[in-house]
């Protein structure tokens, strides 16, 4: 891949996966099949150890730059750097889109990612196998963790910076895995609206600077992102590794833990609605018509994504 319209194919794939990544539900991962790419990004992920990120940086220095352009091939980096953009923009695009949803029309919104996920978790249903003990026990596993996760993380959990930091090591290392949404996991740990709004004030701190408008949110939201981010690149080079490892020793009882997490995790939308609805007075049964039109969208553009795409291999 050489070619200016390459790179720019590329980075359109990388605003698929970003858009996907975004929003609860939808895998990257899975985003990044369909397009044909996701053996790649595993190769070039799992590439990157400390000794080569040491030699791309030691590049600053003259005299190092050929070793350094090396190892900046060895982890296939302008891949990743155009990728990366790519999901960068459409994050922070979504996101933002997402957080006026949510203050806008929450009801719907979240009701769209019911759907999202009850799709998700239908399709991958059939990748379960439940023959054995192990892998009964490792769904029934996933299932409550999520379940009783999401109602406690929305009501419990606090948006500090250490719960930030494990939500992005969660959600980003998810993000590249098949079946699975890094969105969906914030949303379970009742991370997922406050990091859209801190994102949107964040993309709004940058444009006021850009205009000399001063750079109060920017300061506000710079900790949260930083952490959050931070909490990723860890995500990345442990649990991420952690679920792959997982996958080659016991694949069965892993994705039966995986899809299980999904099916649990149901709970969490439900939650944050009533939630909503708590705080305007609104019943369900009045807000049940939008909730459903909104889940039939959302599962709706899930079955199309899996029409699409490929069987999925882990």
């Known amino acids: 891949m050489t070619g200016l319209r390459d790179w720019v194919t590329l ?50 220095r003259p005299r190092n730059i050929p070793d350094a352009r090396a ?21 922070v695009a979504v996101l933002s889109g ?21 799709a998700s978790a239908a399709v991958l249903l059939g990748d379960v196998e439940l023959d054995t003990p192990r892998r009964k026990a490792a769904a029934a596993g996933g299932f409550l963790l999520a379940f009783l996760a999401s109602g406690y993380a929305s009501t419990a959990l606090t948006t500090s910076l250490p719960v930030v930091f494990v939500a992005g090591a969660v959600a980003v290392s998810a993000m590249i895995l098949p079946g699975v949404s890094g969105s ?14 801190t994102v949107s004030r964040f993309v709004d701190g940058l444009v006021a600077l850009a205009l000399g408008n001063g750079t109060n949110a920017l300061a506000e939201t710079i900790p949260p992102v930083v952490t959050f981010l931070a909490g990723g690149v860890l ?30 995790a149901l709970r969490a939308p439900l939650v944050e609605v009533s939630i909503r609805l708590a705080e305007s007075g609104e019943s369900w049964r009045a807000a049940a018509p939008r909730f459903a039109l909104a889940a039939i969208g959302g599962a709706a553009l899930v079955l ?11």
């Open 304 to 314: 199309v994504l899996d029409r699409h795409s490929a069987t999925i291999e882990y």
């Open 235 to 264: 995500g990345v080079f442990t649990i991420a590794h952690a679920v792959k490892y997982a996958l080659s020793r016991a694949r069965a009882a892993t994705i039966a833990f995986l899809v299980s997490l999904i099916v649990g």
């Open 184 to 197: 969906l996991l914030l949303v379970v740990l009742g991370q997922y609206e406050y990091m859209s709004g």
């Open 11 to 60: 980075y359109l794939k990388g605003i698929a996966m970003g858009s996907a990544d975004a929003v609860p539900g939808v895998s990257g991962g899975t985003i990044a099949l369909i397009l044909g790419i996701y053996e790649r990004l595993i190769a070039a992920v799992t590439a990157i150890d400390p000794d080569r990120i040491v030699r791309v940086l030691s590049g600053a």
């Open 98 to 118: 997402v957080n006026y949803l949510l203050e806008t029309r929450p009801v719907a919104t979240y009701g769209f990612f019911f759907g999202l996920i009850t």
């Open 71 to 91: 190892a900046f091939h060895e982890i296939d980096g302008a891949f990743l750097v155009v990728l990366l953009a790519g999901i960068g923009t459409a994050v």
